[in-house]
């Protein structure tokens, strides 16, 4: 400052233009500061838009890549998104005899019951409600004609849809196997190689269970959902026995299902889900992932866990066997919003023809085994 005011006395100016110099000076500096910083953000900006531009572009192409991938793969997975299973017991046993009777007399016609459900629901839309028995007498007249089914159900717009639809359901459920019958006091089994219902109710034979069509009544725990499955009343440690052979996909707790365990048919087709096993001893004696069961085999014990984090809770009013199916036509299917639960309470009904006998093979540990045991070809593949 001082320096200034030298300056002033030595150019002798006067100190109102001083105050005017200073106050242009910085008017000057002010004015192009503002002007540098403005031209410098703009260029920042632009250079931000640029970046922006090129990163939308990315994504477009990167959506409309995706757009394609998806058209793709939707033509590429023309599998089946939606089956209602509306079959009752009723045309399940009729169909079932016929099938199995035909094969064990050797008759002329062979018939197949998935094929006689399919033809069944073209003609009734897959209501099976008024379901009688002479619905069948045409097509088994026309069979009887000399006429295939190949040629009858040509023109069947919906043939095809109902029978890769039943046999995703029913496909394991008969066929050739083998059972003991007898063994030997040397311990030796005696097997019997036999065609018919191979497949199990998942309550063991001689106890007591109760149930109603419960499908899609809704729940509360968690979330609002519908219930996807069936209920089977009983006393807690009644065995629990695989219904069809499989692979044990997933054992172990889970919030919902409490103590569950889910068998994969070796199809790929169908996934059994049991839940709500017994509190602190659920399943039967070496049950793990990944390892083959046997249609028949006791896999876990009835009862009421479940509708809790915590793991070993029982937190379900009344003991009861959650039985559920699911249909897996292409593995995106899997654990997906996707998923196809259909109602299985007329295949309960269905399979109470067909119970597995079993008995305490371990005092010790209380577990249970199947009496008879039980072979088919798909267990040695
Ligand atoms: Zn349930």
Redesign the pocket.
């Known amino acids: 400052m001082g320096c200034i005011f030298l300056l002033i006395k030595s150019f002798n100016i006067g100190k109102k233009s001083i105050i005017i110099i200073i106050i242009s000076i910085i008017f000057v500096v002010l004015i192009s500061s503002i002007i540098v910083f403005y031209s410098f953000a703009n260029s920042s900006k632009n250079i931000q838009t640029e970046n922006q531009e090129e990163t939308n572009e990315a994504k477009k192409v990167e959506t409309t890549d995706s757009i394609e991938k998806i058209e793709e793969a939707e033509t590429q997975k023309n599998f089946i998104k939606w089956v209602d299973f509306n079959v009752t017991s009723e045309a399940l046993n009729l169909t079932a005899k016929m099938d199995i009777d035909s094969h064990n007399n050797n008759e002329e016609i062979v018939y197949n019951w998935i094929e006689l459900l399919a033809y069944l629901s073209c003609k009734n839309g897959g209501n099976f409600k008024n379901f009688k028995s002479k619905d069948l007498q045409p097509l088994i007249q026309e069979l009887k004609n000399g006429q295939t089914m190949e040629d009858l159900t040509q023109n069947m717009k919906f043939y095809d849809y109902y029978y890769e639809s039943y046999t995703a359901v029913l496909g394991g459920f008969i066929g050739n196997y083998s059972v003991e019958v007898a063994k030997d006091e040397d311990g030796t089994k005696t097997f019997e190689d036999r065609y018919g219902l191979k497949a199990f109710l998942p309550i063991a034979k001689n106890y007591s269970f109760s149930h109603y069509d419960d499908f899609g009544n809704s729940r509360s725990y968690g979330f609002k959902r519908t219930?996807l499955?069936n209920?089977l009343m009983g006393s807690i440690g009644t065995p629990i026995v695989a219904v069809e052979s499989g692979v044990v996909e997933n054992l172990g707790w889970n919030q919902y299902g409490g103590w569950r365990i889910g068998i994969r048919s070796f199809d790929t087709k169908r996934y059994y889900y049991y839940a709500h096993l017994r509190k602190n001893h659920p399943y039967s004696e070496g049950m793990e992932e990944g390892m083959t069961v046997k249609a028949g085999d006791v896999i876990g014990y009835l009862g009421m866990t479940g509708y809790s984090t915590k793991e070993n809770v029982n937190n379900i009013n009344v003991p009861h066997l959650?039985f559920g199916m699911q249909l897996i036509f292409d593995e995106s299917q899997v654990d997906s919003p996707n998923e196809i639960w259909i109602d299985v309470y007329q295949i309960i009904e269905f399979l109470k023809k067909n119970r597995s006998e079993v008995y305490m093979a371990n005092k010790e540990t209380k577990d249970y085994e199947r009496k008879y045991d039980f072979m088919e070809n798909s267990l040695l593949e």
């Open positions: 219930h499955g209920d959650h």
